[in-house]
């Protein structure tokens, strides 16, 4: 079984400047992968990043990298030179060799001009 | 373009009335999985289908039913034993090739109390 906790219900951040989302999550399995997704106002899911457990490197994909702390159980999203269009609920989820993912409760990113 | 399709986009439904979400995708992926919604809420697996003719309950399956005759189709009924069906609805696929590969989702349906 898999829980992902994301502890912060909403964040903040001015524009062009950084902001991290926090994730912990616990799993059984030996096998499993880490994920973020954004959902904008339009209620459409965005895959924004993925990591492998097996991997030590962390992440990266432009503007938007991880922090994936294994022994921690922690996965945090690191948000670079916010932008406007940044602004969703980003969800953290957790996923198994067979596909099932199991999300956290999301996080509300604001970004003010 | 490939992609998945969901329909209504909004929905209705009477007490002791059942309906079917509408599911299609051309991906030509072979997993699909149904999520729910809550306001403000993360979403919460109900059923995910791994192959054609086989399916199998995710979180919060009670209320609600599938089924997986083709492999581009997976529809949900919602049943009248789903005693609170507001919700958003959201479909997606995965391609085969192992748990890294992300799912891709639907635009959603709102289903709603009359």
């Known amino acids: 079984a898999q829980t992902v906790t994301q502890s912060q219900p909403e964040m903040s951040v001015q524009e062009a400047e950084t902001v991290t989302l926090s994730c912990t999550y616990d799993?059984?399995?030996?096998?499993?992968?880490l994920f973020w997704y954004k959902q904008p106002p339009s209620r459409q899911m965005i895959l924004v990043i993925r990591q492998e457990a097996y991997k030590q490197q962390n992440a990266t994909e432009n503007r938007f990298s991880v922090n994936f702390q294994k022994a921690a159980k922690s996965f945090s999203l690191k948000i670079s030179d916010s932008q406007l269009g940044d602004a969703a609920m980003y969800f953290c989820?957790?996923?198994?060799?067979?596909?099932?993912?199991?999300f956290g409760q999301g996080t509300i990113l604001t970004v003010h001009p | 373009d490939g992609g998945i399709t969901q329909s209504p986009k909004y929905l209705f439904r009477k007490e002791g009335q059942n309906v079917t979400l509408s599911c299609e995708q051309n991906?030509?992926?072979?997993?699909m999985y149904w999520y729910r919604q809550d306001p403000g809420q993360g979403l919460r697996l109900i059923y995910y289908?791994?192959?054609?003719?086989?399916?199998q309950k995710g979180d919060i399956a009670e209320g609600y039913s599938v089924s997986r005759e083709k492999k581009e189709s997976f529809p949900l009924t919602v049943t009248s034993a789903q005693k609170n069906p507001t919700a958003f609805y959201l479909c997606?696929?995965?391609?085969?090739?192992?748990?890294?590969?992300?799912?891709?989702f639907g635009d959603g349906t709102r289903l709603s109390i009359l």
């Open positions: 997606a696929s995965r391609p085969p090739s192992g748990g890294n590969q992300p799912q891709h």
């Open positions: 989820a957790g996923g198994t060799s067979y596909g099932k993912l199991t």
């Open positions: 991906l030509n992926h072979d997993a």
């Open positions: 289908s791994q192959i054609v003719n086989d399916f």
């Open positions: 799993t059984s399995e030996s096998d499993y992968y």
